[in-house]
């Protein structure tokens, strides 16, 4: 493929993280759905010659394709594109259709929650309540202004600021997301708690 801003041409297979693992396969033709069935399946052989595995419970799929609706582009609802993928269950070695998803649908992966029409309204909702979550449990447990300040370095502060730069949210979404002032936030909890913020 190539870059929308150089025109360079780039080539790539997938995106893998540890045991997160994102194939990537481009076509025009809807025939090239069996290449991509292919690619699927030498992905599982591979994984499979060395011990490993593709769980179906924990796999998906997007397909991604536009239709031309009321003078714009629209995407294509995955029920509205007619094909599966298979991959054998691990134990029985029965063949399983893998969950098929629409654009708009978000999924966890590495930290945040994507969705592949670049929408961010998960991942505000999915970070706040981490963050409100985080601060519910520490209010609980009575710390002093110093622990509470190393509770929030070490633990909740990094699980917010990581994914923050995966994300494309808006200001307003990520500061309303980690430390608003809002009831309950981690913010909160530091200022009624110490007069330290965390650096």
């Known amino acids: ?7 360079t041409e780039i080539n790539f297979v997938c995106f893998s993280f540890v045991d997160d693992t994102d194939l990537v396969h481009t076509f025009e033709d809807d025939e090239d759905f069996d290449k991509m069935q292919e690619v ?16 179906p419970e924990k796999s998906y799929w997007y397909p991604i394709d536009f239709v031309w609706k009321k003078g714009e582009w629209r995407y294509k609802k995955a029920d509205d594109i007619k094909t599966n993928l298979y991959i054998p269950d691990p134990t029985s070695k029965e063949m399983k259709i893998l969950e098929k998803l629409d654009v708009h649908t978000a999924r966890k992966a590495l930290g945040i929650m994507v969705r592949h029409d670049g929408v961010q309204a998960d991942n505000a909702k999915f970070l706040r309540e981490r963050a409100t979550k985080w601060a519910l449990n520490v209010n609980s447990k009575k710390l002093k202004p110093k622990e509470a300040l190393i509770a929030l370095k070490c633990t909740i502060w990094r699980s917010l600021c990581y994914p923050l730069a995966e994300t494309t949210m808006n200001a307003s979404q990520s500061s309303n997301t980690s430390f608003s002032t809002g009831n309950g ?5 530091l200022q009624n708690n110490t007069a330290q913020q965390p650096s």
């Open 1 to 7: 493929m190539n870059s929308s801003i150089k025109n």
């Open 185 to 189: 936030s981690p913010k909160q909890y």
């Open 40 to 55: 699927v399946s030498t992905w599982e052989q591979n994984l499979a010659t060395t011990g490993g595995a593709i769980v």
